[in-house]
């Protein structure tokens, strides 16, 4: 709904009249030069309508009534803008707390999809489904693993800001860099998940760099029928890993080309919350005091900040792989 709306003179039985004419009428009875019956004939306006104007006595404002009157609202408005001009603007979860009912409507960031995941048609799924559920028939769930491996970025991204209208290049002063952490992530079909595998970008593994982590997590290295799914891609597999599968019974099923969008459990259902977790935790760590002093994430407290995250979803983990395999069409 519009803040203020401005009516079309004679759109509606009431107001029926421009702001410029209402002040000629009363001008010119105020000065004399016509009564009030005159000037509502002339100028086509109520003479109850001229009486009110006259005595200042006006109707309250239809409508719902706001929370804040204009006066109030006006410190709200300068105070934004001072601190969106000096590098430091209110984001959208601070700010909808004081005025919930402007932020019903959030805005929404478009995709970018790539002709060749586009070119993903119903054929193609249908084969990779039916060939899967024949897999997976006599496979128990704890015995169908997913991995995937994702990054885990130094930047803890964009934010929703309150600036001023017009402002086209707003900025929010926090330390952040293009470095990123690569984490390998597996999970069967039945909800578990086993410990992350963490890969620095460094020439040497620091002692410091594997403390505080995950349990069982790794650093820097790689009974009956199982089944895992992986990306189809050559980095992925080798001879070694091939003839590992093969000594122990495991099964190795590649994702169709270019629809991990689609067929991944962990790309479906896992990494977006522990995305947006993630850029939680390493903004309340940036805005700390310690997070002020780097410019960028230091490798010995990524572990200790992936627990944390680890640790809020955990709740939900299990739900979400379980429903990752689901919609992948893998299990059940």
């Known amino acids: 709904m519009i803040r203020k709306y401005k009516r079309t003179p004679g ?13 000629e009428c009363l001008n010119a009875i105020r000065s004399g030069e016509m009564s009030q019956r005159q000037a509502a004939d002339q100028f086509n306006i109520s003479r109850w309508t001229i009486k009110r104007r006259l005595k200042n006595d006006l109707p309250i404002k239809p409508g719902l009534p706001s929370v804040f009157t204009s006066d109030e609202e006006i410190p709200f408005a300068s105070h934004l803008d001072k601190v ?4 430091f603007p209110v984001d959208e979860l601070v700010f909808r707390y004081i005025v919930k009912c402007h932020l019903e409507k959030q805005g ?3 995709n970018n999809v790539k002709r060749a995941r586009a070119a993903i048609d119903d054929t193609v799924m249908t084969q990779y489904v039916d060939s899967s559920s024949d897999l997976t028939k006599d496979v128990p769930p704890d015995r169908i693993y997913n991995y995937d491996e994702t990054c885990m970025s130094d930047d803890p991204g964009r934010s929703k800001i309150i600036c001023r209208r017009g402002y086209k290049y707003p900025e929010s002063v926090i330390n952040s860099t293009k470095s990123t952490m690569i984490v390998m992530f597996c999970g069967n079909a039945a909800g578990l998940s086993i410990p992350p595998y963490i890969v620095y970008k460094a020439e040497h593994l620091w002692t410091t760099w594997v403390e505080n982590g995950p349990m069982g997590t790794r650093y820097n290295r790689t009974s009956g029928n199982k089944i895992v799914f992986g990306d189809h891609l050559t980095s992925h597999l080798s001879l070694n890993v091939v003839k590992l599968c093969e000594e122990n019974d495991i099964k190795f099923v590649c994702f169709p080309p270019n629809s991990s969008h689609l067929t991944q459990p962990l790309d479906i259902a896992y990494f977006r919350p522990l995305k947006a977790e993630w850029r939680d935790i390493l903004t309340k760590w940036k805005h700390s005091e310690a997070g002020k002093r780097v ?7 990524f572990p200790m900040l992936l627990k944390t995250v680890l640790d809020e979803i955990q709740p939900n983990l299990s739900k979400n792989l379980k429903a990752g395999f689901k919609k992948a069409g893998v299990f059940p």
């Not at 969106?84 to 590098?87: L, S």
């Not at 410019?295 to 407290?301: F, G, N």
């Open 11 to 23: 759109s509606r039985k009431y107001a029926d009249v421009t702001t410029s004419t209402l002040e």
């Open 295 to 301: 410019a960028s994430l230091p490798k010995d407290l």
């Open 108 to 110: 929404r960031f478009a």
């Open 84 to 87: 969106c001009d000096f590098g």
